[in-house]
């Protein structure tokens, strides 16, 4: 029997389902959220349902933050795991009410560290609590999903393309209730998602699935920024990363946002100062220059180092950037042309000018965090987020 | 007259009474039957579905001629009733509600069988993944789903062992009291002239044909519009 580390979720599974083979192998922190990232068919599921047991595929293991779930000797099934699982579609049960859907799997204790009321006012179905699941819109029936997976006391909740089956206005309503779960939940998530923008938006960590094996797993803005993957060669590729609001410019409605390496002016609503942001820069919206520019409109310009580079089609250089003096900041991607690159003579240790025309806010936190064991930003989860490790 | 409807109620009581023990004996046995049928993989699933599903193909006659020579004084049934110094089970009521079951199984059978697969694999694992034990599942969840398929069954069984002659008349005979049912008493009516009884039972027995038909129709109905 193996020995589980604590503190991590460990996954290895490899087996062949009809003509498809899965090799699928990574360790990820048992803390924030995973995102399970890879193109339609390429075994996220397969994996999700491993975990949950509810898939068996002999000689895999699973291990989560110490407790064995699989092994050689072990095979718990699934109701003896501390999951909580959400399906694509949301599946709640016809026959009973929204409440005693969501108290279905509620253990019947006084004292749980998740609470009926705070889930009810944190997803927003306190109305819905009588009502049949007939009656429900598919948004409101996959936070009730949510829900009962939460109420069932998990100890890891797995989410498989939760908003895969919703249209656009629906997912647009649940995506804000995701940032909050991972605001306010100590819970550790994975998150299956074909869809980088929604993993973008709360993920801390991710595990790039192609074909059935895991092509890298690491912190989110690490994989971003890393040309030897996908996601930085991709058109659209960006980096998310978390910031801290260290004031307001009423005058013009910008608030100034606080990163490592760079101080940001942003034009948005006024957010309080100390609120964590996280930030989406794009690639295509950071230019280079290798002379601070005189007189530009662009108010974000910052000194950075160029760490590597990548060619992106014919015509095309991806820039791995490191921001601050010296480069000892976030690193982020920018997006010039080949002409530019040779013609300025850039190369790899330069030290350039990053000039960042777009910042898109993606998880604003107005309050402060409330969950017992997160009970406020503290230096030890500073450490698990992606800023630190970018 | 007075006689006359004394022997057909006494007909009728005992109609009800075999109806009803084969209903209440059929949903306890064939719901794990049902779940298996449902949920088993296994290459011989379908010749054990088959086996259930004889009765709606075979003479009644068949499936009694077998029952007599199992069950009969020179079967293997009477050999084990003589070990206790027992009587054999032919002609007797027990004989009928045991061949009654074996005959309406298919009736029940198919129908939980059937909203066992209609509602898939899904409902269960959501309950597995909420801590509830393979039991618990069943009971609080395929059990309450299936519960069209479980009216059905029960609706169809009652009313098809009610409807059955052959058989009867093989395993039971036509004892008053013990084995005349309906179905033959209406045969015994004819045999004799008596057409007022007979056409009174058979009226009847068309007028409850056609509401158990309703009734089933419309279960069907207000379950698929639950669907939708």
Known sequence: MRTAKPGRIEIAFNGTLGTFSLDAQFSVPAKGVTAVFGPSGCGKTTVARCIAGLKRLAGGLCAVDGEIWQDDTTFRPPHLRPIGYVFQEASLFPHLSVKRNLLFGAPKRDTVPIGFDEVVELLGIAHLLTRAPAHLSGGERQRVAIGRALLSQPKLLVMDEPLAALDRSAKGEILPFLE???????????????????????????????????????PLATLQSNPALPLAASRDSAVSCEAVVSGYDGRYGLLALRLKGARLLVPASPLAPGVRQR??????????????PYASSILNVFPARIRSHAPLGHGEVTVVLALGTGGSGTQILARITRRSWDALGFRDGLDVFAQVKGVSLVAASDRPLEAPSEASPSPERDAGQVSAAA | ??????????????????????????????????????????????????????????????????????????????WIASLWGGRTLAFTFEGLIVGSVLYSMPFVVQPIRNAFVAMGERPLEVAATLRASPARAFWTVA???????????????????????????????????????????????VEEARWREASWLAGSMVIFAFAVILTVALIDKRNARARA
């Open chain 1, 279 to 292: 930030l989406r820069i794009a690639a295509s919206d950071v230019s280079l220059a290798l002379e601070a």
């Open chain 1, 180 to 218: 909050r779960l991972h605001e306010k939940l100590a819970l550790p998530m994975l998150y299956i998602s074909h869809d980088m923008a929604e993993i973008e938006r709360f993920a801390d960590h991710l595990v790039l699935m192609e074909r059935g094996t895991v092509a890298a797993a690491g």
């Open chain 2, 143 to 189: 059990v309450p789903l299936a519960r069209p398929g479980f009216l059905t069954a029960g609706v169809l069984g009652f009313a098809h062992t009610i409807g059955e002659f052959g058989l009867v008349l093989m395993i039971g005979g036509n004892i008053p009291g013990r084995t005349r049912v309906l179905s033959i008493a209406i045969f015994d009516y």
């Open chain 2, 1 to 78: 007259m007075d006689g006359l409807s004394g022997e057909i109620w006494q007909s009728v009581a005992l109609t009800v009474e075999l109806a009803s023990a084969t209903t209440v004996i059929l949903l306890i046995i064939g719901t794990p039957l049902a779940w298996w049928l449902a949920r088993s993989k296994a290459i011989w699933t379908e010749a054990v579905a088959t086996i259930v599903a004889l009765p709606l193909v075979l003479p009644p006659t068949v499936l009694g001629f077998y029952l007599l020579v199992l069950l009969g004084p020179n079967g293997p049934g009477g």
